[in-house]
């Protein structure tokens, strides 16, 4: 590439961040208007154990709104407003990720934004606003907590670890349903948490909060912004079965030491 060209597209990408960082920071003040005014709250049910809330809409349609008028040639990915055609550069983006945390007044719910640029993630943004953490993540160049630089941990003993999982798969009635799994790692391991929402929980792996996340049957827009912060704080992104990657139906996020012992047991 010319260094006149990679000038020019690391301006860009300079630009993007900073769209998505003022954007992420005012669609969870929006978010904040509604969380725990449950007066006016409407919600819908997409099915009996998945709510959708009126802050889920609002929130992603002024993220859409702001996202596509700023940049009207990328596409738009959202849980709530669906697919635009253009999917190979596009916006990904779940306005609140842990809808049922935010409902019944919990702090661990986030807003998710990400950007894919020819086909692959280039930037992730999670931000988790009644906890006030901001994760910002660009491939190759780092992930940052509130301004901070992000490093997952080096625990490398599963009895030793702090681990976190997910049951989407669960509320979705859904056979394969990580009961089996979360047994075995539970037996395993030093400790487990269960926080509802896949992007923040990527992301506390990236910061070394957690030591490992796995979760099953996940869409794109949960985590795609997480799995960007969480590999730029050093962690592996695969699949159950160790392969180097994000595949929503098999998210594995671990520390590095821990990866083979984490896969063995999935
Ligand atoms: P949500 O809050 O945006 O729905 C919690 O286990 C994680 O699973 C969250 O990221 C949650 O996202 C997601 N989730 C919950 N129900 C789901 C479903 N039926 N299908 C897929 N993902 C789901
Ligand atoms: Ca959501």
Redesign the pocket.
């Known amino acids: 590439m010319q260094p006149g060209n990679s000038m020019q597209e690391g301006k860009r990408t300079e630009n993007y961040r900073e769209t998505i960082r003022q954007v992420i920071l005012q669609a969870g003040a929006l978010a904040k208007d509604f969380f725990r005014k449950s007066t006016g709250l409407y919600f819908d049910k997409?099915?009996p154990?998945?709510?959708v809330t009126e802050a889920?809409i609002q929130v992603e349609k002024f993220i859409r709104n702001q996202l596509t008028g700023k940049y009207p040639k990328l596409g738009f990915w959202g849980?709530e407003t669906g697919k635009s055609d253009e999917l190979e550069n596009c916006w990904i983006v779940?306005p609140?990720?842990?809808?049922?945390?935010?409902f019944r007044g919990q702090y661990f719910?986030s807003i998710s934004i990400a950007l894919k640029l020819k086909g692959e993630l280039q930037l992730g943004a999670v931000f988790a606003p009644a906890l006030d953490d901001l994760y910002l993540g660009e491939i190759g160049k780092g992930a940052t907590r509130n301004g901070h630089p992000v490093f997952c941990s080096r625990t490398n003993a599963l009895n030793e670890a702090m681990v976190c999982?997910?049951?989407?798969?669960l509320?979705?009635d859904l056979k394969d349903n990580n009961l089996d799994r979360f047994t075995r790692v539970a037996l395993k391991t030093r400790d487990q948490r269960?926080c509802?929402?896949?992007?923040l929980?990527m992301c506390m792996v990236g910061d070394g909060q957690l030591d490992a996340f796995w979760?099953q049957?996940?869409?794109l827009?949960?985590?795609a912004a997480g799995a960007v912060i969480a590999r730029e704080g050093g962690a592996i992104v695969s699949d159950f079965g160790g392969k180097n990657g994000l595949n929503p139906e098999q998210v594995l996020v671990t520390n590095p030491p821990l990866h083979q012992s984490m896969v063995d047991l999935m």
């Open positions: 997409k099915s154990k998945d709510l889920d849980e779940d609140i990720d842990g809808t049922h945390s935010f719910w999982t997910g049951f989407a798969c509320r979705s269960r509802g929402s896949a992007a929980e979760e049957h996940l869409n827009y949960d985590v």
